[in-house]
């Protein structure tokens, strides 16, 4: 087989080892090589090297390819499960998985826990994406509940679970467990409409899945709609402080669990226009804590003050001695934005058109972090009224947290006076 070096031989401390490419460079126009390492080429020469011919595997020595492919194949199945979901793909490694099996009584065994385990994920994947599509469908505007039940009977989150540190725990719940089910050929998925490296050549656009990797970005604006519903719904000022410095509280052990997304989520409802205007009401919060907090999220310098938090959750999670130590959760939106710029800001060729084997790296790397943190299992028993609650309550849309904004403190200016007649006209039919 062609010898490959590690990745980390392949760059410096500085990224991308310049000297060593020219070195390889300067060798041949198909393929380059360092030390008998293949370094770098086209697209096309590193197929036609991988394809087999009479110098290795050939057909007569398929026993000892065999191991090979299987381990291939089972490295794709466990980190790609959701490749093949796709009909094609799934015909083709039963057929290729048929082929090896029909060599040794060891490979059979090992085939077969192979497929059994694909469609055990692959069904699980089913059932949680129908749970999904379940929660969606029983979603209701909070105002049209308000409706219907008068709001003395109504509860809120704070009946539900009056300990912020268990909501946050329970927040975690929800959080590790959409992570987990995030495949990393999403992440591809969600940016590219083509081919990675042939502008011209349509792909993905038939088979794109990016279904958890969405409905983990709408489990975020969900979650940043409730805490401003739970905010503005309290008739009196002094519960819709409560429910500020509740939330507080809640966002701060996030923190310190570890769970930015959460934690980001609750200070994005909390300056969401309709709470941020009620300035009466937020006279009476105590709002050090929530100043510190925003500091941690302040967005300016591209994030500096998180993604050193972020790191510091990170190298905590290497060295942990217990499973809560370990629980890394990303800002998931910064995330998504950060692989998205790289991939649409480096080429995917360079200059000569071999591949840009850094990019990849690059994209590899954050990738492959990212699946590392999902795959933690949550240290926090699992409270399912609570969960009921977080996923289910119904909640406020953008024009009827307005609407009870205004109604909790009234409109300070004509145009906010007149947004709120023409609220109370359309959602309530008052004049």
């Not at 060599?103 to 077969?112: A, D, F, L, S």
């Not at 704070?158 to 329970?170: E, F, G, H, K, R």
């Not at 943190?373 to 119904?394: A, G």
Request: some cysteine.
């Amino acid at each position: 087989m062609p010898q490959t070096p590690p990745f980390s031989a392949m760059f410096d401390s500085s990224g991308y080892n310049r000297n060593l490419y020219q070195a390889a460079e300067a060798g041949c126009a198909g393929l380059c090589y360092h030390d008998n390492n293949l370094l770098s080429g086209s697209l096309e020469a590193l197929i036609q090297h991988l394809v087999p011919n009479v110098d290795y595997y050939p057909d007569n020595q398929i026993r000892k390819i065999a191991p090979k492919i299987l381990q291939l194949l089972t490295e794709w199945t466990e980190t790609f499960p959701y490749d093949f979901r796709d009909e094609r793909m799934m015909r083709n490694l039963k057929d290729l998985a048929h082929r090896i099996a029909s060599g040794e009584e060891t490979y059979r065994k090992n085939v077969q826990q192979m497929i059994q385990g694909l469609v055990r994920k692959l069904a699980t994947l089913s059932q949680y994406e129908e749970v999904l599509a379940k929660i969606s469908s029983t979603s209701t505007d909070r105002l049209t509940v308000l409706k219907t039940k008068p709001q003395s009977i109504q509860r809120d989150i704070i009946t539900v679970c009056s300990d912020p540190y268990t909501l946050a725990q329970q927040l975690t719940h929800i959080e590790l467990e959409r992570l987990n089910y995030i495949g990393p050929e999403e992440f591809v998925q969600a940016f590219v409409q083509k081919d990675p490296l042939d502008n011209d050549k349509s792909c993905y656009s038939e088979r794109k899945k990016t279904r958890n990797l969405e409905a983990y970005v709408e489990w975020f604006n969900r979650l940043s709609y409730l805490v401003a519903t739970e905010i503005c719904m309290p008739v009196k000022k002094k519960h819709r402080a409560r429910m500020i410095e509740y939330f507080i509280d809640v966002a701060r052990e996030c923190f310190n669990i570890g769970n930015f997304n959460s934690l980001m989520a609750i200070i994005s409802g909390m300056n969401m226009s309709p709470v941020s205007r009620l300035k009466k009401t937020w006279a009476k919060v105590k709002t050090a804590k929530f100043d510190v907090l925003e500091h941690q999220m302040d967005p300016s310098s591209n994030f500096y003050n998180y993604r050193t938090a972020l790191r510091g959750a990170a190298q905590r999670s290497l060295t942990a001695h217990s499973s809560r130590e370990k629980i890394v959760i990303p800002f998931f939106s910064l995330l998504i934005k950060d692989i998205y710029f790289l991939n649409e800001g480096c080429a995917n060729r360079l200059p000569n058109g071999h591949v840009n084997f850094e990019k990849f790296w690059e994209l590899a790397k954050q990738v492959s972090e990212f699946m590392t943190w999902k795959q933690v299992e949550c240290p926090f028993e699992r409270d399912r009224k609570i969960l009921q609650y977080l996923l289910t309550v119904p909640v406020f849309s953008e024009d009827a947290l307005y609407l009870a904004s205004y109604e909790s403190e009234g409109p300070e200016n004509h145009i906010e006076k007149d947004r709120w007649k023409s609220l109370r006209s359309s959602l309530l039919g008052r004049v």
